[in-house]
T-cell receptor, first 111, second 114 residues
């Protein structure tokens, strides 16, 4: 079982629509959850962090966490072509301080 | 915003040669990391470093790899005898504390082993 799983996509949405990205993780003791955006050839860039169950909103982005279901999601409202990138889910496991990344979901926003 | 600086941005080497990848983490950060990403694949953890010693390493980080913090600012990754499969983007990262803090990534070094 992979530690952090994401649908590879591509997920295609029209400009202005809501993009919904999902992630599941295997370590039930995981404490911290992050969404990174990565453009081709560039380093990961942090978008959102979430630590407790529920929703967390920041501008057009909403992260959702459900620890019982071991599930994290990212909603992007009013999607823009500039949002087209690979979105990486990352989890800080209960022991150790490394982040474990999923393989990423490719998002394409069509204008 | 403060930045993690990596040099060089590109490194080409012959198989069997030694390479040193350099990083300057953010000055007040305490935890340092190396990750790598083979083209088209996921970002993989290599090693974490805290208080002048390795705190965790992955199975990828074998005897060919070593890390060092030679002075108060630099953090280096050395690959002793490069293999073709070491070709990847190597990212240095740092954060202020361990668990839960934002991880700042450098812009990466693209290593090509010929």
């Amino acid at each position: 079982q992979k530690e952090v799983e994401q649908n590879s996509g591509p997920l295609s949405v029209p400009e202005g629509a809501i993009a919904s990205l999902n992630c599941t993780y295997s370590d039930r003791g995981s404490q911290s959850f992050f969404w990174y955006r990565q453009y081709s050839g560039k380093s990961p860039e942090l978008i959102m962090s979430i630590y407790s169950n529920g929703d967390k909103e920041d501008g057009r982005f909403t992260a959702q966490l459900n620890k019982a279901s071991q599930y994290v999601s990212l909603l992007i409202r009013d999607s823009q072509p500039s949002d087209s990138a690979t979105y990486l889910c990352a989890v800080n496991r209960e022991y150790g301080n490394k982040l474990v990344f999923g393989a990423g979901t490719i998002l394409r926003v069509k204008s | 915003e403060p930045e993690v600086t990596q040099t060089p941005s590109h490194q080409v080497t012959q198989m069997g040669q030694e390479v040193i990848l350099r990083c300057v983490p953010i000055s007040n950060h305490l935890y340092f990391y190396w990750y790598r990403q083979i083209l088209g694949q996921k970002v993989e953890f290599l090693v974490s470093f805290y208080n002048n010693e390795i705190s965790e390493k992955s199975e990828i980080f074998d005897d060919q790899f070593s890390v060092e913090r030679p002075d108060g600012s630099n953090f280096t990754l050395k690959i002793r005898s490069t293999k073709l499969e070491d070709s990847a983007m190597y990212f240095c990262a740092s954060r202020k504390t361990g668990l839960g803090e934002k991880l700042f990534f450098g812009s990466g070094t693209q290593l090509s082993v010929l």
